[in-house]
């Protein structure tokens, strides 16, 4: 192989390479992203996961409607997709955070366009994806996985309720009257439904590169 070969090679092999391209072609956000993000998630990507950790907030409306028939008729009413359980309080908070953190995200993703970004402003909205980042893919992730936690523990049956209600704070439990007003379960499915369809619009509108 001779030099000018190699030359070309090496050229070609480092402008493939991810971090090369965001220091050579990337927008001054990528770059100080590059730096100090706690994450080299795309911006994209990031909304795709809010997107589906809010949309799985859904799955409460099959599980209501296929848990056993005593803990439908004990705690929720005979009519589980019509009850308002304590536990909705809890997956309300996480879709509210994965729905602020995917909006932020996104305005992120548009302000980073501009082409006059300073580098102050560019760590500014660094500091501010990195503050989203940690609230969907942490609080707003938990939140979530700890409701559908809570809903689904009524396929253990009537015995396994109680005795999570019994451990509760003040007997509380997840099948138990909300502390706040909440939507039922089939509003509240729906909304969540919504939320991961719009966050999914908005990763989409961002695109790949972002």
Known sequence: MNRDDSTERDTHDTYDDAVARTLLDGSEFHRRRLAVGITQLSQRRKLLLFAGVAGSLALCLPIGVTL???????????????????????????????????????????????????????????????VATMAGLGVGTLAVFATLCGFAVGYGGVEAVQAVTASGDN????????????????????????????????????????
Do not use: K
Not at 175 to 204: I, N, Q
């Open 68 to 130: 056993p028939e005593a803990v439908r008729e004990g705690f929720l009413g005979g009519v589980p997709l019509a009850a308002t359980p304590a536990v909705l309080a809890l997956g309300l908070f996480g879709l509210t955070v994965e729905l602020a953190a995917g909006l932020a995200v996104a305005a992120v993703s548009y302000r980073a366009r501009a082409t006059t970004l300073t580098e102050r402003e560019a760590l500014h909205l660094v500091a501010v994806d990195n």
């Open 171 to 210: 007997g509380g439990g997840p099948y138990t009257a909300p502390p706040l007003p909440v939507p039922s379960v089939r509003v509240f499915g729906s909304v969540a439904l919504l939320v991961g369809v719009l966050l999914a619009a908005l990763g989409v509108s961002v695109g790949s590169e972002a």
